[in-house]
């Protein structure tokens, strides 16, 4: 089970200023937990190219959240080979082995959760949460996130985190009222 609190700290009609944070079952914050909220009016576009890092056998950053249609570099900054693929869901692809000083690059055109992982290093790991809307956020450290300029309206609120706890909920954002959420993990 997450938890999330989303209040409107901005009563700025027609859009509202949500900021919030997520919980873990534990009570614990949901670092890099991935909040977005979605309308049938809501599409995005997609951002900027983005990159996540190969450095000291690690991928970073460890989630990226994007919106669909979004390149994501992969640059190999290590002194060994690694093999960046990605399982699960919305986006399968494996770049094979590739050295230090090379990049590969792949565009997520679906929404969904996509697993990145190294054959080579098991404990390399890394997600990509692909959205298809422009309001979404990443919770830091202590689990808190902002999202600006959200028209008000209804919307389905998700959350997903790296544990496997994710969150579904209809809310209405009216820019005034804060939101109180605690929904049971979605099966
Ligand atoms: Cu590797």
Known sequence: MLSIFVAAIVAGLPTAELSGDVRLANGRPAKDAIVWFEAPGAKSTPMKRQKIDQRDMRFSPHVLAVTVDTWVDFPNNDTVFH???????????????????????????????????????PQMSAYVVCVDTPYFAKADARGRFHIANVPTGEYRVKVWHESGEELSQSIAVNGVDPIRLQIHRRR
Not at 90 to 102: I, L
Not at 107 to 118: E, I, T
């Open 83 to 121: 093999n960046v693929f990605s399982e699960y869901h919305s986006q399968r692809f494996d770049f094979g082995m590739y050295p230090k000083g090379q990049t590969k690059s792949q565009k997520f055109d679906r929404a969904g959760v996509a697993v990145l992982l190294c054959t080579i290093h």
